[in-house]
Structure formats: structure tokens, C-alpha cells
Antibody
Framework: QVQLQESGPGLVKPSETLSLTCTVS????????WSWIRQPPGKGLEWIGN???????NYNPSLKSRVTISVDTSKNQFSLKLSSVTAADTAMYYC?????????WGQGTLVTVSS | EIVLTQSPGTLSLSPGERATLSCRAS???????LTWYQQKPGQAPRLLIY???SRATGIPDRFSGSGSGTDFTLTISRLEPEDFAVYYC??????????FGQGTKLEIK
């Protein structure tokens, strides 16, 4: 059974960079795409971007200028960096295994942007 | 960019009733790439239906999906207490972004 676990700071200051890591267990990261998805409190879901084990990435155009997703196959992890954050980036951040749907999700981690 | 519009925003029904949730795309999408998720409070979304009509592993057969082109439907034949949640449709196209609908909240009447 594939499991995903997000980790990273729960509080980030405005203008700084949000950094999260997703650790995959029960399966190899060297297959499928892997995505980051976020959900502001009380709102809907927004796909941020994805990465293949080769390092090939796709990003949401609305966030592309601020997003970097990377992969570390030796650790079975992939990571998200979102720069120049504002309060609008406050959200639950999920990682998910990606086919052309998201079949396995992490439990999510809440990131609050506040000084 | 494709926009997915779900209706109604909120659906109030009783256990045992039939629920019909709609997802309309702003342009035609391939059924292969139309997916439905269920989300309960405090939980991550859960894959329900992929390819517009294929149930994911472990999903009860009271859940069914249908549709093509721009109009897709999620039907729950007989509501169980655990089915009351928010439901999202999502499209995974040939290029990003891969949008979600805004969600339909299914609440107990």
C-alpha cells in the first residue's frame, strides 16, 4: 500500500519561501508522476504542479513563476518550494501520486503565512 | 483553459435517497481524463471515479459516473450516512493546469 507523508514548517513569513517534502513509502517514486495540490481553508482544490522521477516537471501557469518541484529518488521523496509567499498561500498542502488522476494522497499539512 | 462548473453548490438529501451531482466543462474533455473525488472534513480527498465511469478500488457500487463531452454526472443510488461529504470533479488534460470543480456539498436534510 502506497503511503505519502508531507513534512515541513507550518508557519512561513510573508515574502519568504515555503518548503515542503513528501516522503513516499510502500512503493517506488521511480514510476508515475507525483503532484502537489493545495486547499485554502474552507475553499476548493488547486493543482500546483507535478514531477516525474526523471525530473521532468509541469506547473500551474498561475503559480509557475514562484514554484519549483524537485525529486530525490534515493530518498523516495519529492519537494515543493513556493517563493514570495503571501497570506493567499495559506492552505492545506497535499502531495499525491498521479496517473491521470490522483489515487494516493498524503494526509496534508497546513501552512500558514503570517508574520 | 478549461473551467469545470459543478452544480448544485449544496445538495440536501436524506439517507436512502438518490443523489445526482453535475460537472460541466467549459469545452469538450475526454472522458478518460474526468475524475470524481470525495472529501470529508479533516481528510484528504479520496478517489471515487476515474475515466468518467470507472469506480476506484474499494468504492461501493452505489456510486456511478457517466457523461461525455462537456457534461458529466456522479450518481449515488441510495445515500448512506457516510456519503455526506464534498464532491469534486477534476480534469487531467494534455497540458496544465489540471482544474478541479468548485465542489458540491452533499448534506443531510
Amino acid at each position: 500500500q502506497v503511503q505519502l507523508q508531507e513534512s515541513g514548517p507550518g508557519l512561513v513569513k510573508p515574502s519568504e519561501t515555503l518548503s515542503l517534502t513528501c516522503t513516499v513509502s510502500g512503493g517506488s517514486i521511480s514510476s508515475h508522476y507525483w503532484s502537489w495540490i493545495r486547499q485554502p481553508p474552507g475553499k476548493g482544490l488547486e493543482w500546483i504542479g507535478n514531477i516525474f522521477h526523471s525530473g521532468s516537471t509541469n506547473y500551474n501557469p498561475s503559480l509557475k513563476s514562484r514554484v519549483t518541484i524537485s525529486v530525490d529518488t534515493s530518498k523516495n521523496q519529492f519537494s515543493l518550494k513556493l517563493s514570495s509567499v503571501t497570506a493567499a498561500d495559506t492552505a492545506m498542502y497535499y502531495c499525491a501520486r498521479t496517473y491521470y488522476y490522483f489515487d494516493y494522497w498524503g494526509q496534508g499539512t497546513l501552512v500558514t503565512v503570517s508574520s | 483553459e478549461i473551467v469545470l462548473t459543478q452544480s448544485p453548490g449544496t445538495l440536501s438529501l436524506s439517507p436512502g435517497e438518490r443523489a445526482t451531482l453535475s460537472c460541466r466543462a467549459s469545452q469538450s474533455v475526454s472522458s478518460t481524463y474526468l475524475t470524481w473525488y470525495q472529501q470529508k472534513p479533516g481528510q484528504a480527498p479520496r478517489l471515487l471515479i476515474y475515466g468518467a465511469s470507472s469506480r476506484a478500488t474499494g468504492i461501493p457500487d452505489r456510486f456511478s459516473g457517466s457523461g461525455s463531452g462537456t457534461d458529466f454526472t456522479l450518481t449515488i443510488s441510495r445515500l448512506e450516512p457516510e456519503d455526506f461529504a464534498v464532491y469534486y470533479c477534476q480534469q487531467y488534460g494534455s497540458s496544465p493546469p489540471y482544474p478541479f470543480g468548485q465542489g458540491t456539498k452533499l448534506e443531510i436534510k
